[in-house]
């Protein structure tokens, strides 16, 4: 029971905080929901994994720092947006040293 518990809680935070997203981006509420489920099941089952591998108490440790790391990924996905007008990929963290030479950072 407490591996659905876990499993329900990310697959709601993530498909609410996708949508959250969407809502700020696009101004309107995305009807293509049925496109974020597939993504959210999928990290919630590795989330849920990850954290049912070790005791309760270490379990809940790890649910609150997924947690954390989800809403940190959430934050940064809406300030890159705000900055770039575009959606942050590895490729743009990996890189994003480059593009500051504009705002006058050399590095």
Request: proline residues 3%.
């Amino acid at each position: 029971m407490k591996k659905l518990k876990t499993f329900a809680y990310y697959t709601f935070l993530i498909i609410f905080e996708e949508i959250v997203f969407l809502c700020i981006i696009f101004k309107k509420i995305p009807l293509n929901i049925w496109l974020i489920i597939p993504f959210s099941v999928s990290f919630a089952a590795v989330f849920t994994t990850i954290s049912m591998l070790f005791k309760p108490k270490a379990n809940k440790i790890l649910t609150y720092i997924f947690s954390t790391f989800i809403f940190l990924i959430f934050g940064a996905q809406i300030v890159y947006y705000s900055m770039y007008e575009a959606i942050i990929s590895f490729y743009s963290i990996v890189h994003g040293r480059s593009s500051c030479g504009i705002y006058g950072y050399n590095y």
